[in-house]
């Protein structure tokens, strides 16, 4: 039985317990329901075992396995999944093995991430007292308080602009957590960063994709227009000089190798660019001194493919505020 089909009864229960409101937008619900699995249960974290799913604190690292650093400065630990305790694998997570996630400036969607499925043994690690940390805000904001953390396999609404007076992209309402594993995140910019997993960061305030068959009329004329701007900003910079900012050369270099990269490949890039599923995301949280900007959350993404190829170094994490 898939995910999808676990979650019927789930996502029935809401069309029942509605019907007077929902009964002409059912087949629309069940088009837009996705499983994901949702933080069920979170206490503080005793240490009385290794491996476990966890937030903040903490990681539980192979014994001969450093802590994770950069240029003389620490990552941020934000949790560990160990895939063997979901309840669920949303046909595409791992059986077994833990993820280990970690962040630099999480503003600059600067992460560390990776998986590690052998038997080897673990050791709970520590960072290095003699270094600094990556997240700029991690002196102001004090130790994340470690908790362990159960899961369980729960499901979500896809926006509709049909459904949006109903509020079903809160559902199910009766859950104590808002974390979760899959699913859609809270500010999700999926054409944003999927330019950014594929190398096109330059690209990403950028209008690349369009419902067709808007596609190409909308394309080649702003292709066109791009194109012809940063070759005149590349050969003509004294137009762009100002007092107070010089033009950056290899910057806008950088923009159209990446522009044209796009263009040369973009009917694949147009098949794929929903294909970003949400690692995890992660709630603002008292008990966990866990804040990300405005009552957010952080989110971590990666693309379907890298997913299923077990390929947890590209990974992007972003704070979405509320």
């Known amino acids: 039985m898939t995910s999808k089909e676990k979650i019927a009864p789930l996502v029935q229960q809401l069309i029942t317990a509605r019907s007077a409101e929902l009964a002409q937008h059912e087949n629309e619900i069940w088009n837009l329901s996705r499983p994901l699995l949702r933080l069920v249960h979170a206490e503080e974290e005793d240490y009385s075992t290794l491996g476990n799913c966890r937030i903040g604190g903490t990681p539980d690292l192979p014994k001969d396995m450093d802590y994770p650093v950069k240029n003389g400065k620490y990552y941020r630990f934000i949790g560990q999944l160990n895939f063997a305790e979901l309840p669920d694998t949303l046909e595409i997570l791992p059986e077994k093995g833990i993820l280990f996630l970690f962040c630099g400036d999480p503003f600059e969607n600067e992460s560390h991430c990776f998986y590690y499925d052998a038997a080897a043994e673990l050791e709970n690690k520590q960072p290095p007292l003699d270094m600094e940390c990556l997240d700029p805000y991690q002196e102001d904001d004090g130790d994340f308080v470690a908790h362990k953390i159960a899961f369980e396999?729960?499901?979500?609404?896809?926006?509709?602009?049909?459904?949006?007076?109903?509020?079903?992209?809160?559902?199910?309402?009766?859950?104590?957590?808002?974390?979760?594993?899959?699913?859609?995140?809270?500010?999700?910019?999926?054409e944003g960063l999927y330019a950014l997993l594929k190398g096109f960061d330059m690209l990403r305030d950028t209008v690349l994709f369009l419902e067709e068959p808007d596609q190409e009329t909308y394309w080649i004329p702003q292709k066109r227009g791009l194109v012809a701007q940063m070759e005149d900003k590349i050969n003509n910079p004294e137009k762009y000089n100002t007092e107070n900012s010089t033009i950056n050369i290899a910057a806008v270099k950088e923009s159209l190798r990446q522009l044209l990269a796009f263009d040369e490949n973009r009917a694949e890039h147009r098949k794929h660019f929903k294909d970003v599923f949400c690692l995890f995301s992660l709630e603002s949280r008292d008990e966990f001194n866990m804040w990300w900007s405005d009552n957010g959350f952080l989110n971590f993404f990666m693309l379907k493919e890298d997913l299923v190829k077990r390929n947890f170094g590209n990974v992007v994490v972003e704070v979405a505020s509320s």
């Not at 896809?158 to 459904?163: C, I, K, R, T, V």
């Not at 992209?169 to 500010?187: L, M, S, Y």
């Open 153 to 190: 396999l729960s499901y979500q609404i896809g926006w509709s602009d049909d459904l949006v007076d109903f509020e079903l992209t809160e559902e199910p309402t009766d859950k104590p957590f808002d974390t979760h594993v899959g699913g859609t995140a809270f500010g999700g910019d999926t």
